[in-house]
């Protein structure tokens, strides 16, 4: 069950939907790498992978970070997604004055 975003906060869906697929990928290469000889050129690959793994994990949570930190300076509140709390409403006076008003 997908529950309600709140207003302005970022979707998530996207961003993991492409970055679990670029991780399962980069995964399922360096596995195919592993019966491959021991060359300079297969090393090389394989830390090409690997950095891209790390990048993209880095992407993924950090500038999510980011993202928020920038949203909790642009609204300066410390629950940048939350809805603004109404108001509450003024007690309500009565036209009469109290008892034993003196005046």
Same mark, same amino acid.
């Given at each position: 069950?997908?529950? &309600? &975003?709140? +207003?302005? =906060?970022?979707?998530?869906?996207?961003?993991?939907?492409?970055?679990?697929?670029?991780? @399962?990928?980069?995964?399922?290469? !360096?596995?195919? !790498? =592993? $019966?491959?000889?021991?060359? &300079?050129?297969? =090393?090389?690959?394989?830390? @090409?992978?690997?950095? !891209?793994?790390?990048?993209?994990?880095?992407?993924? !949570? @950090?500038?999510? $970070?980011?993202?928020?930190?920038?949203?909790?300076? +642009?609204?300066? $509140? @410390?629950?940048?997604?939350?809805?603004?709390?109404?108001?509450?409403?003024?007690?309500?006076? $009565?036209? =009469?004055?109290? &008892?034993?008003?003196?005046?």
């Amino acid at each position: 069950m997908r529950r &309600r &975003r709140a +207003a302005g =906060e970022p979707q998530w869906f996207f961003r993991r939907l492409v970055a679990m697929g670029v991780i @399962g990928f980069a995964a399922w290469r !360096l596995m195919m !790498l =592993e $019966s491959a000889p021991d060359t &300079r050129v297969n =090393e090389t690959i394989a830390w @090409g992978w690997i950095l !891209l793994l790390a990048t993209v994990v880095l992407g993924y !949570l @950090g500038f999510a $970070s980011a993202q928020d930190i920038a949203a909790i300076f +642009a609204t300066r $509140s @410390g629950t940048p997604y939350a809805p603004t709390p109404e108001p509450p409403d003024p007690p309500e006076r $009565s036209p =009469e004055p109290p &008892r034993n008003f003196a005046g």
